[in-house]
Nanobody
């Protein structure tokens, strides 16, 4: 059974930081491209960042310089370090695992940036 379990979301003030984690099971994690997406109320789900099996990363323009994606293949876990958070970063953040045409999603974790 494949599971992607996110954690680390919560309420943070503008300018603050959070680190999201996504623990994967049931997949050969090191072979998968892992990504983070987000969906704000009334908006479509959008890509935040992804990291391929070799460790190369890619970021959406709106998070460049603020967010960092990383992976620990020994722990089957992908992380998203979020710094300098803004109110517009408020959304449900989803973990994604992709290999060829295979696609898995986590259940999402809420991130709220508000004073």
């Amino acid at each position: 059974q494949v599971q992607l379990v996110e954690s680390g979301g919560g309420l943070v003030q503008p300018g603050g930081s959070l680190r999201l984690s996504c623990a994967a099971s049931g997949i050969p994690f090191s072979h998968y491209t892992m990504g983070w997406y987000r969906q704000a109320p009334g908006k479509q789900r959008e890509l935040v960042a992804y990291i391929i099996s070799a460790g190369n990363t890619n970021y959406a323009n709106f998070v460049k310089g603020r967010f960092t994606i990383s992976r620990d293949n020994a722990k089957n876990t992908v992380y998203l370090q979020m710094n300098s958070l803004k109110p517009e970063d408020t959304a449900v953040y989803y973990c994604n695992g992709r290999f060829a045409t295979i696609n898995y999603w986590g259940q999402g974790t809420q991130v709220t940036v508000s004073s």
